[in-house]
C-alpha cells in the first residue's frame, strides 16, 4: 500500500527518557513533515523538509531534532522528554514545496510521558 | 499572516439531516484551502481542496465546500449525514507558492441515531 507510515503508533515513556519516532513514505513525494497535535486538537507543524533539507523550522524546543536520511524518510529523534510533550505527532508528505495537492498523514503517534 | 478560524468547536445533528461547518480564512493573498478528516485515533484525511477555478469543490463521502473571496469562507457543507461522518473536520489555508498548512482549531461533529 502506498502511504506515509509512523511507528511506533503508541510511546509511554518517562520524564528525562530520549526517545524516537519514525516516519517513512512510499509515494515519492519531495517534502516531508511533523505535525503537532495537542489535547485539545490543535495542529502545528514542527518542521519541513524538501529533499533531505531543513525548509520549516518552527519555534520548537532543541530537544527535537529531526533526521532526514533520504527524500522517502523523516525521523523525529527527542531529548530529555517532558511532561508537555505529550500530544499526538503526525508525519505528512507532499508531492513537492508548494501545498496545492494536499498533504498525505500518517496514522500518527500518541506519546505519553509519565 | 494567514490564518484559520473554525467558529463551532462542536456540532450535533441527527442522522440524514444536513450539516454545514464553518471555516473563514485570513490571508492578504490567494490562497488554496482544504478540508481534513480525522477519524477518531487515525490520521488526516483529505475531504476536499480548493486551489481556483469553480468556487464549488466536491469531495469525498458526499462532501462539498464552496470558496467565497468576499467572504473568506470555505463551509463544509453534506445535505445527508450519516452515522459514520462522525469525526474531528479541520480546514487549512495556505498561500499560494507558500509550503506551510495552517489548520483551524477543528470541529467536531457529531451525528446523532
Known amino acids: 500500500d502506498t502511504a506515509v507510515s509512523q511507528t511506533p503508533k503508541y510511546l509511554v515513556t518517562q520524564m528525562g527518557n530520549d526517545k524516537s519516532i519514525k516516519c517513512e513514505q512510499n509515494?515519492?513525494?519531495?517534502?516531508m513533515y511533523w505535525y503537532k497535535q495537542d489535547s485539545k486538537k490543535f495542529l502545528k507543524i514542527m518542521f519541513s523538509?524538501?529533499?533531505?533539507?531543513?525548509?520549516i523550522n518552527e519555534t520548537v524546543p532543541n530537544r527535537f531534532s529531526p533526521k532526514s536520511p533520504d527524500k522517502a524518510h523523516l525521523n523525529l529523534h527527542i531529548n530529555s522528554l517532558e511532561l508537555g510533550d505529550s500530544a499526538v505527532y503526525f508525519c505528512?508528505?507532499?508531492?513537492?514545496?508548494?501545498?496545492?495537492?494536499?498533504?498525505?498523514f500518517g496514522s500518527g503517534t500518541r506519546l505519553t510521558v509519565v | 499572516a494567514q490564518s484559520v478560524t473554525q467558529l463551532d468547536s462542536q456540532v450535533p445533528v441527527f442522522e440524514e439531516a444536513p450539516v454545514e461547518l464553518r471555516c473563514n480564512y485570513s490571508s492578504s493573498v490567494s490562497v488554496y484551502l482544504f478540508w481534513y478528516v480525522q477519524y477518531p485515533n487515525q490520521g488526516l484525511q483529505l475531504l476536499l481542496k480548493?486551489?481556483?477555478?469553480?468556487?464549488l469543490v466536491k469531495g469525498i463521502n458526499g462532501f462539498e465546500a464552496e470558496f467565497n473571496k468576499s467572504q473568506t469562507s470555505f463551509h463544509l457543507r453534506k445535505p445527508s449525514v450519516h452515522i459514520s461522518d462522525t469525526a474531528e473536520y479541520f480546514c487549512?489555508?495556505?498561500?499560494?507558492?507558500?509550503?506551510?498548512?495552517?489548520f483551524g482549531t477543528g470541529t467536531r461533529l457529531t451525528v446523532i441515531p
Open positions: 523538509y524538501n529533499n533531505k533539507e531543513l525548509i
Open positions: 480548493y486551489l481556483s477555478g469553480s468556487t
Open positions: 505528512a508528505s507532499s508531492q513537492d514545496l508548494n501545498s496545492n495537492y494536499g498533504y498525505t
Open positions: 509515494l515519492g513525494h519531495d517534502t
Open positions: 487549512a489555508v495556505t498561500e499560494t507558492g507558500a509550503n506551510n498548512l495552517f
